[in-house]
């Protein structure tokens, strides 16, 4: 784990493939960036390991911005 970091209490074990409609990522360290957590990909794989696409009609993330919207951007 990263210095500076608290484990989160979890009061359920999880699955080894958990299934359902929602799955939440809790991400808790930027490693002293102040923007960005720098997750450069996520992938999803289905019972059949196959992989599940992500779009803006099943995936989203908050707060939802760019680069665009930093401090100095233009």
Known sequence: PPPNSCPIP????TPL???GHIIKFLLTSTWSDPHYIGLNGLQIFDAYDRPIPLHTG????APL?????LPGSS
């Open 65 to 69: 911005s760019s680069v665009a919207s």
């Open 58 to 61: 099943n995936a989203s993330a």
């Open 10 to 13: 979890q009061q359920y074990v």
């Open 17 to 19: 493939f958990p299934s």
